[in-house]
């Protein structure tokens, strides 16, 4: 049997044209090397699972290539590429800070900092997390930063911009990675499901990509998971939503629907079966509101493009969207709102959603009454 390569790793871009949704990155990144304008320190900043690490590798390998293409890529296939495809080029070194942050450790680097490449024309230095260093090791490290030798490159990532001294900001170039865009993990989880010729329903794929928070590791290790759970068959919103613990978008469907048929019964046993199979009431009316505001850029074919769903749950959402007015919708999310505030401090939380359903359900009945008596007081008037 093939040993199995988890997907973030056997994935992890080669080039800068394959990172996903950090363009203004790599095209500066490029830029520079095309222009001869590299600087020799950087800070990659942004949340965890987006490139960072990744970014940092490519560079250092495409300013050692020999060969490298008309792009300013690297071209995978020359000696200095494959020793870095190999993890075993000498001219990257990386050292994690959340592990190694004392004062020896950064000692040791700037020892190595030193000796120039034996082959190759930079050597490159990536310290993740780099927040993590102690006050003493960032000391011991400010002299390199401030006078590197020409032929070495720091490449400084972190997580938590905010705690870096303002020594070391002044003296790097900055780049601030995005979270990526749930559309844009979406299509890379399509990517690799095709290359791995895993059928899957669209519906899953979303799914993920939304639960990741804009962290595509994390997309990718749900998407392992998943996989291995559905041991080969195909992916589904099914799969997904039992492993995930997410509730299924259907409830949020059959509780609309039942508050526009202003039924109390019908939303309040909807939402007792929602309780009754784990999930917690906070979460459901977020979901709620979430839904609510679905519903609402559906409204308007300007916001349409806001709408964050699968193509194929998008016909559902519009559809349900023509059945309540605006009015309501706003309304709705105004309810919900003011019941996810107060939710905590709640002594008896059930009953808590069941009041802001109880209110939902008799919003139409309200709106109703609100434009009879508007219209009357125009007659009156
Ligand atoms: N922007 C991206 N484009 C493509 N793959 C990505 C991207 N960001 C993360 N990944 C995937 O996640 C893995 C871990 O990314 P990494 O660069 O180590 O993240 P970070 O250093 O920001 O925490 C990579 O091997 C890759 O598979
Ligand atoms: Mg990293
Ligand atoms: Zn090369």
Redesign the pocket.
Known sequence: MENFVV???K???SDFK?????QHITTTLKNAIKNNHLAQAFLFC?P????????ARILAKTINCQNQTADYEACNTCDSCLAFNNNNSFNVHELDAASNNSVDDIRNLVEQVRYPPQQGQYKVYII?EVHMLSSNAFNAFLKTLEEPPKYAIFIL?TTEKHKIIPTILSRCQIFD?NR?QIKDIGE?LKYIASEEKIEFEEEALRLIASKADGA??DA?SMFDLIVTYSAGNKLTYLDTINNLHILDYDYYFKVVDALLEESIAKTLLIFDEILKKGFDGQNFVTGLSEHFRDLMVCKDPQMISLLEVSESAKERYVAQSKQASLSFILSALNICNYSEIHYKASKNQRLHVELALMKLAKLPQAISLAALAQEDSKKKA
Do not use: N
């Open positions: 997907s973030a790793r994935y992890r871009p394959s990172v996903v949704g950090q942004g965890r699972g987006v490139g960072k690490t990744t970014c993740d990532a990675f990526i890379h595509l590791r990718l």
